[in-house]
């Protein structure tokens, strides 16, 4: 039996660093020359550093290897860094360009009239400086308050980098904090989880332990409750039940109901939570959920007024100037439209909801009504405006948003208009309706205008569901699907999957919906670039990245966005020689990709959901420039691309409220715990010309025969009902 070599103990190197060769932000992983201590020839360091500048003092234990391609180079196990100590590495260090008004020459000139004491001029006598040939009190000002902005940034970074925090959210977080940024996390690291994007309560709560937070603490155990109720906002969740709740918050910390009731009750006290019965609610969403009720139970109580208004005449007026005969059903519904303060008009695609939306701003606009537009998302705004041919907004823009929860609109400012409509009501939480019919003038009337059988919002609530289902509000469900539309099997099929039965899955020629059969996940993912790539542009003209969106689930496995972005942009965009590229938060990004903007940005006025194509990258300094809908051009810096994705290949969530030409959707068992009904239906109804569903028929069965999200804790239907 041979017995088993020791492992090579570590060695230690020390020296200065030369040249950074490569470093990546998110990671730290850096490739550096340096010239180790006693001898003059560079070698390769590989490790990991928050940041690194060429003069810094380097310490690395790890060991020595040898590369096919580079030869010998030490890769680090740990890395320290450290501001030079010889005036060689204090010239490299100040001439790096880290700090502002240095350059090489002033970094020559400096060490020369200053040498190893540069450090504490600049930072306690910096008046010392003005002596420097070149060296006014301006520059002085600028290099000082640049040093001093570097050595907190830095601090900070060496602070999160050794808690597993890369550099590039160590720069927001000292964005977000200021030069407060240690002292504020050493005495609660789990604001982290509450003010930084990208940074969870788990992140947090390692920092937490290392820094000493004992496992029963008040202050852990009360921020696990409120990330266990966050967190059931971010799925969709107005309040949760305390059952329910305290077991997610137990599962979280590790901790018994008897430590959790007292935080619990505490949290309710102090107004952290909200009690409702056996709910317990976030209390922005309490009175989101008053606040509409109310706002709605007053517009339905309020009779219609629209001046010198003859239903009976006005509907055939308007046939004969839109050249649109309404059905029976139609009829009804634009005459509930117009007798109603407020009406909701529900339905799938092909129903006529646009006739009759039409019809009515006809009607309405005859008289002088102000009308006024809007949908959530920007796409589903140009396309309201596309089919009316009346200027559209999306919500956000009506309301004059101004970021960090500041609105030009409310109710002491309120909205001008006579009409509003707003399409697209499914995709509305609670929070942004309760800020609209907020802003809402006093005389006006309201058309909520959506299909009720998409998936429901992102955020938290299901509001278009919970009117509806409450009963007193106004509404009209349409269901007759009209001739043109019949012809579309993208819409019988729609319509088919609505109502719980599969589809016909037998091809048809000339046909605009299509399955084609695989059960292997890497057989389907091999299917879908093919498709995007060859066959469909091939066979319909489509343009794989701007026509053909692919359409999935979830975010993760073989057939999530992450793994078939990578695919689709490895076909439709490879790497070149003559093509730029960056790499930040693990994505790759090109000339050409085509991108998604994942979160609100009022500065850059782009929004979650609005889809772009790269144009541009430069280099030095490195920026990104994209250009969106209606040619609207958006410059990122590198610490900006986390709000970035490739958006080849979507969530069927972050799909609402858009079409496309053409939509292709892997149906999949490994996607079995989120299949079900509105999430098929949503993606199938996302298409205006061809669907092609790719995957197993036992998935897709699955799908239609399960009506999962429909399953959300809210109380606005019941606060609606009440007298």
């Known amino acids: 039996m041979s017995i088993p070599s020791e492992p090579a103990k570590p060695e230690m190197l020390r020296g200065l660093v030369e040249r950074v060769t490569f470093h990546t932000e998110e990671t730290g992983y850096c490739v550096l020359k340096v010239v180790p201590d006693k001898k003059r020839e560079q070698v390769t360091l590989l490790g990991r550093a928050p940041r690194v500048v060429a003069g810094e003092r380097f310490e690395a234990e790890g060991h020595w290897e040898t590369d096919r391609d580079y030869g010998p180079q030490f890769r680090a196990d740990t890395l320290q860094l450290a501001p030079p100590d010889s005036e060689e590495g204090m010239e490299r260090y100040l001439g790096s360009g880290l700090i502002e008004g240095i350059g090489p020459a002033y970094a020559k000139r400096l060490l020369e009239r200053f ?223 117009l007798v109603n303060r407020v009406l909701i008009i529900t339905g799938g695609p092909g129903v006529g909801k646009t006739t009759i939306l039409n019809t009515v701003l006809t009607i309405v606009r005859a008289k002088d009504v102000s009308v006024v537009l809007a949908a959530p998302t920007g796409r589903a705004a140009k396309r309201m405006a596309e089919s009316t041919g009346i200027e559209a907004k999306t919500l956000h823009r009506l309301l004059e948003f101004q970021g960090e929860g500041q609105w030009g609109r409310h109710r002491g400012k309120p909205l001008v208009g006579d009409l509003f409509v707003i399409d697209e009501c499914s995709m509305i939480d609670v929070p942004l309706m309760a800020q609209f019919l907020a802003a809402l003038p006093l005389g006006a009337h309201l058309l909520l205008v959506g299909d009720a059988d998409q998936l429901p919002s992102v955020g938290p609530g299901m509001v278009l569901g919970d009117l509806i289902g409450s009963g007193v509000v106004p509404c009209v469900r349409l269901t007759e699907i009209f001739r043109q539309a019949a012809n579309s099997r993208i819409i019988l099929s729609a319509h088919d999957i609505n109502a719980g039965h599969v589809p016909d899955l037998k091809p048809h020629k000339d046909g605009d919906f299509f399955f084609l059969e695989h059960s292997d996940p890497e057989n389907i993912r091999r299917t879908i670039v093919e498709l995007v790539k060859t066959r469909l542009p091939g066979r319909y003209g489509f343009n794989g990245g701007a026509d053909i969106q692919v359409l999935t689930p979830m975010n993760r496995n073989t057939l999530g966005t992450q793994a078939l972005n990578k695919d689709l942009q490895s076909a439709l965009n490879p790497p070149s020689e003559t093509k730029y590229e960056v790499e930040r938060f693990g994505v790759t990004y090109r000339v050409g990709d085509k991108v998604i903007q994942t979160h609100n940005n009022y500065d850059k006025e782009v929004f979650n959901g609005d889809i772009g194509f790269i144009t541009q990258i430069d280099t030095e300094p490195v920026k990104l420039r994209v250009r969106f809908d209606a040619g609207k051009l958006v410059d990122y810096e590198p610490g900006e691309l986390d709000e970035l994705q490739l958006a080849y290949a979507l969530t069927i969530h972050k799909s609402q409220g858009s079409e496309f030409p053409c939509v292709v959707i892997p149906v999949s068992m490994q996607h079995y715990v989120l299949l079900e009904r509105s999430l098929i239906y949503t993606a199938v109804t996302r298409a205006r010309k061809l669907v092609i569903l790719v995957g197993d028929p036992k998935a897709l069965n699955l799908a239609v025969k399960k009506q999962e999200t429909r399953k959300r804790h809210t109380g606005l239907k019941e606060e609606v009902q009440q007298k």
């Not at 921020?223 to 918050?249: I, Q, S, T, V």
């Not at 505490?266 to 009690?275: G, K, P, R, Y």
């Open 115 to 337: 040498g190893p004491k540069v450090f504490d001029i600049i930072e306690n006598e910096s008046v010392k400086l003005e002596a420097v040939d070149g060296i006014g009190k301006k520059r002085r000002l600028e290099i000082r308050a640049s040093w001093m902005k570097q050595k907190t940034v830095h601090s900070i970074m060496m602070f999160l980098h050794q808690h597993g925090i890369g550099t590039a959210r160590a720069q927001r977080i000292y964005k977000t904090y200021g030069d407060e940024a240690l002292e504020l996390l050493r005495k609660n690291p789990y604001r982290l989880a509450a003010d930084i994007r990208g940074i969870g309560f788990k992140t947090a709560d390692e920092i937490a332990t290392q820094m000493g937070v004992e496992a029963h603490a008040p202050e852990r155990l009360r921020a696990g409750l409120l990330h266990a109720l966050e967190a059931g906002a971010d799925n969709g969740h107005c309040c949760l039940p305390r059952e329910e709740l305290m077991e997610k918050g137990g599962k979280l910390l590790s901790a018994s109901a008897e430590l959790l009731d007292p935080q619990l009750d505490a949290m309710i006290d102090e107004e952290v939570f909200t009690a409702h019965g056996s709910m317990i609610y976030l209390p922005y969403l309490r009175s989101a959920e008053i606040s509409i009720a109310r706002a709605l139970k007053r517009l339905v109580e309020t009779p219609s007024h629209y001046p010198g208004m003859d239903v009976a005449k006005a509907i055939p007026w308007a046939e004969q100037r839109t050249g649109k005969t309404l059905a029976e059903s139609q009829r009804r519904c634009v005459e509930q439209a």
